[in-house]
């Protein structure tokens, strides 16, 4: 699967659900992709798309937020 389709499916789907659920749905998403063997590289290939999607990627990957800020810097 690709950084576009990972997106497509999530920003058609996220507009149907609940605010409250968005967080857990991003997470049981990104829990389900990784299942079907979406590798690490598509994952950080997929940041920028939406936050909440964002925030499970990086839960995801066990990476803390100020870790990739920092990585920036050296970009």
Known sequence: MTEEQIADIWTL???YLDKKHVEMAAERYVDLL????VSDHVFQ??????NKLDDAIRYYLEIDETDSEQDDDWD
């Open 13 to 15: 789907f996220k507009e």
């Open 34 to 37: 990784a299942d079907y063997g």
């Open 45 to 50: 290939s997929t940041f920028g798309v939406d």
